[in-house]
Antibody, heavy 120, light 107 residues
Framework: QVQLVQSGAEVKKPGASVKVSCRVSGYTFTTWDIKWVRQVTGQEPEWVGWMDLKTGDTGFAQKFRGRVTLTRNTSISTAYMELNSLRSEDTAVYYC?????????????WGQGTLVTVSS | DIQMTQSPSTLSASVGDRVTIACRASQNVNKWLAWYQQKPGKAPKFLIYQTSSLESGVPSRFSGSGSGTDFTLTISSLQPDDFATYYCQQYNHYPWTFGQGTKVEVK
């Protein structure tokens, strides 16, 4: 079955970076892109960006451009999201989700979430 | 970015009630509208995709309808497990955007 398994919770200081991993199984890694979403406690989920796992193409929400880097390691079916220059407002649960394969989008598979806490 | 507006923000209901949640998009999203259920401390649970298609395993008391800019999630007979927050999401345009949520609470 399709599974997306994320890395564990992180605690970081302001100004630091965090890298969250998302290991997928149950389908061919490069056939579906990966979306990254975050959710601050008490708020709706918020789009961060996406990556085409075959080509490496990426796209980002305006507010994250320049601060987020998306990468992947196809040999271990794992996608990564790195967020730099952390501030307290970045404290949130970060999710990866399977997105689109060509023109077919099916946002039904999510990772379990990774809590990132930014605190001095 | 497309703005998604849900109403109401909070809904008080009793077990057995018929519940309707509205979602309006600021632009046409065609049929590319999903609904999620979320409980505290958990990841969103996928309920409905393409406006009205029920995800496998989701009870048939959940249904979705609409097109273009106006959409609805209906729970035909509210069950105890349904008290949660519900989000709509459009996936027609990048960035994918979510409504602000509707909390269904016990009346």
């Amino acid at each position: 079955q399709v599974q997306l398994v994320q890395s564990g919770a992180e605690v970081k200081k302001p100004g630091a970076s965090v890298k969250v991993s998302c290991r997928v199984s149950g389908y061919t890694f490069t056939t579906w892109d990966i979306k990254w979403v975050r959710q601050v406690t008490g708020q709706e989920p918020e789009w961060v960006g996406w990556m085409d796992l075959k080509t490496g193409d990426t796209g980002f929400a305006q507010k994250f451009r320049g601060r987020v880097t998306l990468t992947r390691n196809t040999s271990i079916s794992t996608a990564y999201m790195e967020l730099n220059s952390l501030r307290s407002e970045d404290t949130a649960v970060y999710y990866c989700a399977r997105g689109c394969s060509g023109a077919t989008c099916y946002p039904g598979y999510w990772g379990q979430g990774t809590l990132v806490t930014v605190s001095s | 970015d497309i703005q998604m507006t849900q109403s109401p923000s909070t809904l008080s209901a009793s077990v057995g009630d018929r519940v309707t949640i509205a979602c309006r998009a600021s632009q046409n999203v065609n049929k590319w509208l999903a609904w999620y259920q979320q409980k505290p401390g958990k990841a969103p649970k996928f309920l409905i995709y393409q406006t009205s298609s029920l995800e496998s395993g989701v009870p048939s008391r959940f249904s979705g309808s609409g097109s273009g800019t106006d959409f609805t999630l209906t729970i035909s007979s509210l069950q105890p497990d349904d008290f949660a927050t519900y989000y709509c999401q459009q996936y027609n345009h990048y960035p994918w955007t979510f409504g602000q949520g509707t909390k269904v609470e016990v009346k």
